[in-house]
């Protein structure tokens, strides 16, 4: 299981914009030849926890939630082992405690980026996140 951290959420008016970080402990996404899902999942207050965007180390495959697409980018520094979840046009309902987490693809990996994100945002272990507050 890989250790990540996530940093950069805070208080901030409608409309303005916030960079999430998330740093993987002692892994960068460029040491494993099959490669890695990479998310950032949400949970707002008495909702589930839902998939906000998820790709692969290479980005060739990316999905984002229908609420934030246009929006919201996701993006990896793969020698860092980083992953950022660039915010625009934030929305009050864009409010919640922001996690992320990164997954090594198997050898002979019959998951997609879409499955992988829907199945992690239902069943995956978490840290601490990084909360957002988004005033209107």
């Known amino acids: 299981e890989v250790q990540v951290v996530e940093s950069g959420g805070g208080a901030v008016q409608a409309g303005g914009s916030l960079r999430l970080s998330c740093a993987a402990s002692g892994f960068t996404f460029d040491d494993h030849a099959a490669g890695w899902f990479l998310g950032w999942f949400r949970q707002a207050p008495g909702k589930e926890r839902e998939g906000v965007s998820c790709?692969?180390?290479?980005?060739?495959?990316?999905v984002y939630a229908d609420s934030v697409k246009g929006r919201f980018t996701i993006s990896s520094d793969n020698a860092k082992g980083t992953i950022y979840l660039q915010m625009n046009s934030l929305t009050a309902e864009d409010t919640a405690v922001y996690y992320c987490?990164?997954?090594?693809?198997?050898?002979?990996?019959?998951?997609?980026?879409?499955?992988?994100?829907?199945?992690?945002?239902?069943?995956?272990?978490w840290g601490q996140g990084t909360q957002v507050n988004v005033s209107s």
């Open positions: 790709t692969s180390e290479s980005g060739s495959s990316t």
């Open positions: 987490a990164a997954e090594k693809k198997r050898s002979f990996e019959v998951r997609n980026v879409n499955s992988w994100c829907k199945r992690t945002a239902a069943s995956g272990s």
